[in-house]
Nanobody, 120 residues
Framework: QVQLVESGGGSVQPGGSLRLSCAAS????????MGWDRQGPGQQRELVAS???????NYADSVKGRFTVSRDNAKNTLYLQMNSLKPEDTAVYYC??????????????WGQGTQVTVSA
């Protein structure tokens, strides 16, 4: 069983930066796609950014040019660098890993969520 632990959330002023991390534990044989979702107050959950095993990235239009997703396969860790933060970025951010573990096989795991609040 693969578990994900997120860190790096917090409160920041508009224009500020935060870096989220998501570390996976468990016997991971191979990590495939990884990504970040978020859910703001009163809003539907949405994809923020994703990264494939080959490091191809995809971003929501609302965060392009401001957020950068990256991964460290050796550490089984996913990152989200968030710059030029706006109040509308306020949300709970969730990380997701897909891959193969030993001995359980394929997995699709989610983190517990970390709060990001952007306000003056």
């Amino acid at each position: 069983q693969v578990q994900l632990v997120e860190s790096g959330g917090g409160s920041v002023q508009p224009g500020g930066s935060l870096r989220l991390s998501c570390a996976a534990s468990g016997n991971i044989f191979r990590s495939n796609a990884m990504g970040w979702d978020r859910q703001g107050p009163g809003q539907q959950r949405e994809l923020v950014a994703s990264i494939t095993s080959g490091s191809s990235t995809n971003y929501a239009d609302s965060v392009k040019g401001r957020f950068t997703v990256s991964r460290d396969n050796a550490k089984n860790t996913l990152y989200l660098q968030m710059n030029s933060l706006k109040p509308e970025d306020t949300a709970v951010y969730y990380c997701n890993f897909k891959g193969v573990s030993i001995p359980f096989g394929t997995f699709d795991s989610w983190g517990q969520g970390t709060q990001v609040t952007v306000s003056a």
